[in-house]
């Protein structure tokens, strides 16, 4: 099962945009939010809100501010009015990007979408241009101070996918969608607590930059994450640094 994780190469080259974010508690809980509408306000038995949950535990979100956003998903509050709307593109260089946005305003959404994929050399797509490039997944993040043989012996017990390392040491659990809620549980069970764990977006088959393309798609990504109504920027590139290049 393990190998290496061209997953977390995207991840990790993309770990400078998400650090930038300042409005983790907006975005994660217009996702509680929207989670609860649309799967119901138990986590055991909706995988997205698990992760939703999960998201909100790693920004240190209060209960109670985590439950009154379930809340008014169920309930008819105003957030109710929110709209999951799912853009799809092309970055420099034929690089797939999925923008998952939550809006009341279409017009002002897709206007801030499509300037900030033309802005550097992008273009905003149609439906269906490169969802069929992704795939729904769970992943559980092990730091490298967690044994492998333990992670791989616990996956396979608990009904996982995959298992993968990286080069910092690394270790990742993919589960499908479905099953990421009690792979999760299970883990937790065996007293192995990932560091990071979420339902994402994972490209089927990935798309090799040099390095100017790399700057220029990350360029891309950083502009849509930093829009108001986007929640996530999925892409398919496998990035390349300068010093990758000149090796």
């Known amino acids: ?34 989670a609860a509408r649309l799967g119901g306000g138990n986590a055991s038995d909706n995988p997205r809100l698990r992760a939703a949950v999960d998201n909100a535990v790693a920004v240190n979100m209060p209960k109670d501010t985590m439950d009154r956003a379930i809340a008014r998903g169920i309930g008819t509050g105003d957030e109710g009015a929110l709209e999951e709307i799912v853009y799809e593109g092309y970055g420099p260089g034929g690089v797939a ?36 490039m992704f795939e729904r997944r769970g ?41 990421y809620s009690s ?5 937790q069970s065996q007293g192995l607590n990932p560091i990071s764990s979420e339902v994402t977006m ?4 990935t798309t090799l930059c040099d390095g100017d393309t790399t700057e220029k798609t990350l360029s891309v990504i950083e502009a849509l994450e930093d829009l108001d ?14 010093d990758d290049s000149a090796s």
């Open 202 to 205: 994972m490209p089927t088959t």
């Open 229 to 242: 109504d986007v929640q996530n920027v999925f892409c398919n590139a496998e990035f390349t640094t300068s």
């Open 1 to 34: 099962m393990a190998g290496h994780s061209k997953w977390a190469n995207i991840k990790h080259r993309k770990a400078r945009q998400d650090a930038k974010r300042a409005k983790a508690w907006t975005k994660v809980i217009r996702e509680l939010t929207v």
């Open 97 to 132: 990007i999925l923008v998952e946005t939550m809006t009341d305003n279409r017009n002002r959404t897709v206007a801030g979408v499509r300037h900030a994929f033309s802005k550097f050399g992008g273009s905003l797509g149609t439906s269906g241009s490169v969802a069929y």
């Open 183 to 187: 792979v999760a549980d299970y883990f």
């Open 139 to 179: 992943i559980l993040q092990f730091d490298s101070s967690v044994d492998e043989d333990q992670i791989m012996e616990t996956a396979l017990e608990s009904g996982a996918d995959d298992v993968e390392t990286d080069e910092s040491g690394s270790t990742y659990v993919l589960t499908s969608f479905e099953s």
